[in-house]
Nanobody
Framework: QVTLVESGGGVVQDGASLRLSCAAS????????VAWFRQTPGKERDFVAG????????YYKEFAKGRFTISRDNAKNTVYLQMNSLKPEDAAVYHC???????????????WGQGTQVTVSS
């Protein structure tokens, strides 16, 4: 059983950076793979990046490569998503999700956070 709470979203200008945080409950956080998804109203929820339980394996959707970095600090039960060079098309609600085992780009996660809004203005 895991509770996930995202934070760090906000309104930024085109080209700016944000770091999102996903804080998790529980005592066995390192056994969970965690991923970030994003969703715009009327669109499906899309995979952004994922990270294995120990942090050694990371995965990115193509649009995120070179701009976004996923990391985790298991001592703090927290996963981060550093987002640089933000563009208007990055605007969305960003959710973190967790599951036992390996990262998947599909929606096969057992636990989801409530989301944090990212808005990019020009």
């Amino acid at each position: 059983q895991v509770t996930l709470v995202e934070s760090g979203g906000g309104v930024v200008q085109d080209g700016a950076s944000l770091r999102l945080s996903c804080a998790a409950s529980g005592r066995t956080f390192s056994s969970y793979a965690v991923a970030w998804f994003r969703q715009t109203p009327g669109k499906e929820r899309d995979f952004v990046a994922g990270i294995g339980g120990l942090g050694s394996n990371t995965y990115y959707k193509e649009f995120a490569k070179g701009r976004f970095t996923i990391s985790r600090d298991n001592a703090k039960n927290t996963v981060y998503l550093q987002m640089n060079s933000l563009k208007p098309e990055d605007a969305a609600v960003y959710h973190c999700a967790a599951r036992k085992g390996l990262v998947t780009m599909r929606h096969q996660y057992d636990y989801w956070g409530q989301g944090t809004q990212v808005t990019v203005s020009s």
